[in-house]
């Protein structure tokens, strides 16, 4: 009858706007999860002395571009190996975020864009780390690639800055063609 089908007409539509309403609710909470997390990694990052230690080194670096970072592992007021380690890794962690879609390059520029490049643009963490020992730091580099491409996209869209220092950029070709896997890696740079 009539009415039957009205009733069952009423009701697709209620359930299909209570499926809308739970899918708004949902994404709200996902992005306030994103929020949430991504307010909870720079607060560890910033709460962290050793990483702060790290990220002073290469602000002062890149202010200068003659200071030289000093790592002595006796001395707590220098940068330790280990002290440098926490930081690659903290960017190791967000590769695997970003890597399996809990966070995007977007989400994490603001935060996090210019510590990152400050990392990989610094000449001492290059010579002592990056190309010393490049297929350690497969991680790295794919973020520096997918990070650098998204800088690339907002540059030529005005919406942003390409990186840090463009003098001290990782060539194209050593990210591109993932050169950093190859053992002739070192010999390269």
């Not at 399996?100 to 603001?110: A, E, F, R, W, Y």
């Not at 794919?142 to 800088?151: A, I, M, N, V």
Request: hydrophobic share 35%; with cysteine; net charge negative.
């Amino acid at each position: 009858s009539q009415g039957q089908a009205f009733a069952g007409a009423v009701s697709s539509v209620a359930t299909l706007i209570g499926s809308l309403l739970i899918m708004v609710q949902l994404r709200g909470e996902s992005s306030l999860n994103c929020a949430k997390m991504l307010s909870d990694l720079n607060f560890s990052f910033i709460e962290n002395d050793r990483l702060m230690l790290v990220y002073r080194e290469l602000q002062k670096s890149y202010n200068d571009p003659n200071y030289r970072i000093i790592f002595d592992n006796d001395n707590p007021n220098c940068m330790h190996d280990e002290d440098l380690m926490a930081y690659i890794t903290f960017y190791e962690t967000l590769n695997e975020y970003f890597h399996h879609g809990v966070l995007s390059i977007g989400q994490m520029n603001d935060l996090f864009g210019d510590r990152f490049f400050k990392l990989i643009h610094n000449k001492d963490v290059q010579e002592r780390e990056l190309y010393s020992e490049p297929s350690s730091y497969v991680n790295i580099f794919e973020l520096y690639g997918s990070w650098l491409d998204y800088r690339k996209k907002c540059d030529s869209n005005g919406e942003g800055r390409i990186s840090v220092r463009q003098d001290l950029r990782v060539p194209d070709i050593y990210i591109y063609n993932k050169t950093y896997m190859k053992e002739t890696a070192r010999l390269i740079i």
